[in-house]
């Protein structure tokens, strides 16, 4: 079952920023170690937020997707000094490429399972919020779009089970009855979408969107601990830059894989690097035992 989360309680200024600098450090940053954590944090969030059963789902995905990914670099990227083999065509099947294949493979599994994580997290109410003002209309189409996506889905299967009900399952029957059928249900999902627009339309100029001097309701108040939660962001981003600047985060994949792994300052950066991934994870738990001492307490 879902959990519920410390994190997703913080103003959404910093949900929006620690996302917005993990994915960016997951994307560039290809250290066999700060993906290994990326990986590792992400996946435990995901598995947090969503429940065991989400993630088992979702694991169907990531765990192909990254074992193809590794396996589809070797066969393009030839690149590397130690060869294992030559594949058919003659081309070298070098150990480099493997790794840097694998490497790939999980920067992408932990950048969607961030992703997911940013999903349940920014809701479309705390996007609006934050870019409402700047640039309201995309803001708008955007969270809408993001709210459409998980709703239509819902509908379809609304409609697929009512369907059913009336004896008009799509998987049975001829080719012809199934297209006939799921044609019916696109028709059926066509006409929701449409009228679900118009509603929205309706809705939102009856409560005055886009009237000049409307105000906005927002239950979101900047408070001491988002203060906390910005300093700390911002200290250990700047301390991770620093270490990437100094070369901590050091590794080459090709033409032999060489990098940086131990030493005081190296091991330093890991660990802020580390905390500043499992934020959410700590907060959590330091606000779980919190709730257990008070009950303790009382």
């Known amino acids: 079952m879902p959990n519920a989360d410390t994190f997703s309680s913080y103003h959404p200024l910093i949900n929006f ?4 600098l993990v994915l960016l450090f997951s994307m560039f940053f290809l250290h066999p170690v700060c993906l290994g954590m990326s990986l590792s944090c992400a996946f435990a969030y995901s598995l947090y937020l969503s429940g065991g059963k989400a993630t088992r789902r ?43 294949g694998l490497a790939a493979g999980v920067m992408l599994a932990a ?12 809701t479309s109410d705390k996007f609006v919020y934050l870019f409402g003002r700047v640039i309201p209309a995309l803001s708008l189409v955007l969270s809408m779009t993001l709210r459409f996506v998980p709703k239509f889905k819902a509908q379809l299967q609304i409609v697929i089970n009512a369907q059913r ?60 601990r988002d203060s906390l939660a910005l300093a700390f962001v911002l200290c250990a981003v700047g301390y991770i830059i620093a270490g990437r600047m100094c070369q901590a985060f050091s590794w080459r994949y090709f033409p032999t894989m060489q990098g940086t792994l131990t030493g005081f ?14 934020l959410p994870l700590l907060l959590d738990v330091a606000a779980a035992r919190q709730w257990r001492r008070k009950e303790h307490i009382h």
Do not use: K
């Open 165 to 224: 009900g009336i004896g008009r399952e799509l998987s049975g029957g001829g080719l012809l009855s199934r297209a006939r059928q799921g044609l019916t249900v696109l028709s059926i999902m066509i006409t929701w979408a449409l009228e679900n627009a118009v509603e929205t339309a309706d809705s939102m100029r009856a409560r005055g969107y886009g009237l000049p001097g409307r105000s906005a309701f927002s239950i979101y108040r900047w408070s001491r």
């Open 58 to 100: 979702r694991l169907l995905f990531l765990l192909p997707l990254l074992l193809m990914t590794a396996l589809l670099n070797p066969a393009f990227n030839h690149e590397g000094a130690t060869i294992l083999a030559y594949l058919p065509n003659g081309n070298p099947l070098t150990w480099e490429s493997i790794c840097y």
């Open 17 to 20: 920023l620690w996302f917005g």
């Open 111 to 122: 950048v969607l399972c961030w992703f997911v994580c940013y999903n349940l997290v920014m």
């Open 265 to 278: 300052f190296p091991i330093s950066v890991y660990a802020v690097y580390l905390v500043l991934l499992a």
